[in-house]
């Protein structure tokens, strides 16, 4: 079992900046890729951001060039560094894991207004 504890959303305005975080407990040691995805109210649950344990990064369109995801392998926390926020990022926010089983965090609420 993989346990994964998520934290950092909160309110902030358009243009702000929010970082998530997720600190990964439990069997890691199989876990292949870590990420983050988002629910906004009446849509359905979409990627952000994966982080393979190799490195490698992937973004969806919506966020590339505003979100960076990052690992720190001696923490065994993933992070979400998320800049020039929009209404359209409000969502919350979960945390993935992923090897060999999917892992979900609780999630964590990310609201932009003004």
């Known amino acids: 079992q993989v346990q994964l504890v998520e934290s950092g959303g909160g309110l902030v305005q358009p243009g702000g900046s929010l970082r998530l975080s997720c600190a990964a407990s439990g069997r890691i040691f199989n876990i292949l890729v870590m990420g983050w995805y988002r629910q906004a109210p009446g849509k359905q649950r979409e990627l952000v951001a994966t982080i393979l344990s190799g490195g490698a990064r992937n973004y969806a369109d919506s966020v590339k060039g505003r979100f960076t995801i990052s690992r720190d392998n001696t923490k065994d926390t993933v992070y979400l560094q998320m800049d020039n926020l929009t209404p359209a990022d409000t969502a919350v926010y979960y945390c993935?894991?992923?090897?060999?089983?999917?892992?979900w965090g609780q999630g964590t609420q990310v609201t932009v207004s003004s």
């Open positions: 993935y894991a992923h090897g060999p089983y999917a892992y």
